[in-house]
């Protein structure tokens, strides 16, 4: 089977994700940057804030290996605030630098529609973006499927190229999946979205190329 390391950098939401990745390859938890630099893949989960992800990076020594293998083009898959680290800014209780591989930046929801709630905790439907899901970890996912989010961020790319999946809440659309070559992210929990989560999960691990 395929190895995956989960990114493990100090934030919560670990065990459902190791479930989930476990049905489709040897997924294993990791703080160890020797076990990213063989990983056949990874997996940057998170709930928590920007900043604090970015240091659970730096104080494991974490954020260069991290890099070296998106350098060298293995998948990788962030997760929530995963996600979020994966742009360049964030802008949770001041403003820190990501890890810089999608550019753009990560800002608080802007004034909602009445009674739309932040942190927003809900299932939302997702629409492509400007591009087709063909061969993306959303392939044969159908159009407005709904998935699980708790975010009060949104990923705010800075080429459209890179948004793959959007979606609606309080009266706006915002970005919901990102992709730039093999890195992809999701502000929503594939791990909690049910059997559509688990056809992303599998369709990421599809992406690893075989032996």
């Known amino acids: 089977m395929k190895n995956v390391s989960i990114v493990d950098y100090g934030v919560g939401n670990l065990y459902s994700l190791h479930k989930a990745l476990k049905k489709y390859a040897n997924a294993s938890l990791t703080e160890e940057a020797d076990e990213l630099l063989n990983a056949d893949a990874l997996v940057l989960p998170g709930d928590g804030a920007f900043h604090a992800g970015m240091e659970g990076l730096r104080v494991r020594g974490l954020r260069e290996p991290l890099l070296s293998r ?27 630098d990501g890890l810089g591989i999608i550019p753009g930046n990560v800002e608080k ?39 699980y989010f708790v975010h009060s961020y949104i990923l705010n790319p800075e080429n459209p190229d ?50």
């Open 70 to 96: 998106i350098r060298q083009g293995i998948p990788v898959l962030g997760i929530c605030l995963g996600a979020q680290i994966l742009l360049s800014k964030g802008f949770e209780f001041g403003a820190w």
């Open 109 to 147: 929801f802007p004034p909602l529609a009445p009674g739309a709630k932040v942190p927003h905790i809900n299932w939302s439907p997702i629409a492509p973006g400007d591009g087709s899901w063909k061969n993306t970890i959303l392939d044969g996912i159908p159009q407005r499927t709904h998935v």
């Open 162 to 211: 890179h948004i793959l999946a959007v979606t609606e809440y309080g009266g706006m659309k915002f970005c919901s999946a990102v992709r730039m070559d093999n890195v992809y992210g999701c502000q929503f929990h594939p791990e909690k979205s049910g059997n559509a989560g688990l056809r992303i999960i599998e369709n990421f691990i599809r992406l690893i190329p075989s032996l």
